[in-house]
């Protein structure tokens, strides 16, 4: 088995704390991305990286962070300086034209 | 950036033949077009993917006109399983073997699929 691996599925934090959901993948991808999901609405990119080391901005990085240390792992963090952090976040690897999905963490802020 | 026009919903029944369009005015030259579906709580998995004409696969067609500013996901023959959120995208460059750098997923069209 393997893919791209979220986790954990589910996240509660405070607000004000910062948070790091992981993202991990097995498919020798280069680029990876993650995307925020709100309900109803469809996807929305955060952050991509098409190279170890290397990372870009996407529609709405504000309140965001990553790192690309490894070409397997693609951590996304949740500073306290997003706003609405409460969402679906999902992770994806990219090969030959066809993106590939993790299963998705949702976040919740209380 | 190629962005997309879809429906925002789509009813049928069991057993019919769905058409989902989608426009994309500003596709690039280089540009594939893909489609994914998503249900709740899940990460999109992709569907189908062209460059122009039809391409056809065990689960969907695709059907792509000359001018490629459109192109239509065919699913045969649905059933209350395919009720889901589609997508319709159009990559940012970067070609076969290379990296798409900004996929743009719109609200997608939601299918309901009823007995």
């Known amino acids: 088995d393997g893919g791209i691996t979220q986790s954990p599925k589910y996240l509660f934090r405070k607000e004000g704390q910062n948070v790091t959901l992981s993202c991990e993948q097995n498919?020798?991808?280069?680029?990876m991305y993650w995307y925020r999901q709100d309900p109803g609405q469809g996807l929305r990119l955060i952050y991509y990286?098409?190279?170890?080391?290397?990372?870009q901005k996407g529609d709405i990085a504000e309140g965001y962070s990553v790192s690309r240390e490894k070409k397997e792992s693609f951590p996304l963090t949740v500073t306290s300086a997003q706003k609405n952090p409460t969402a679906f976040y999902l992770c994806?690897?990219?090969?030959?034209?066809?993106?590939?999905f993790g299963p998705g963490t949702r976040l919740t802020v209380l | 950036l190629a962005k997309t026009t879809q429906p925002i919903s789509m009813d049928s029944y069991e057993g019919q033949e769905v058409n989902i369009t989608c426009s994309h005015n500003?596709?690039?030259?280089?540009?594939?077009i893909t489609w994914y579906q998503q249900f709740p709580s899940q990460g999109p998995r992709f569907i189908i993917q062209?460059?122009?004409t039809k391409v056809t696969n065990e689960v969907a067609s695709l059907f792509i006109p000359a001018d490629r500013k459109s192109s239509t996901l065919s699913l045969p023959r649905v059933s209350l399983s395919d009720t889901a959120v589609y997508y319709c995208?159009?990559?940012?460059?970067?070609?076969?073997?290379?990296?798409?750098?900004?996929?743009?997923f719109g609200k997608g069209t939601k299918l309901s699929v009823k007995p």
């Open positions: 994806a690897g990219f090969s030959y034209n066809e993106q590939f």
């Open positions: 498919l020798n991808h280069d680029a």
């Open positions: 990286s098409q190279i170890v080391n290397d990372f």
């Open positions: 500003n596709i690039a030259t280089n540009d594939y």
């Open positions: 062209g460059y122009k």
């Open positions: 995208l159009v990559g940012d460059g970067g070609g076969y073997g290379g990296s798409q750098g900004n996929l743009i």
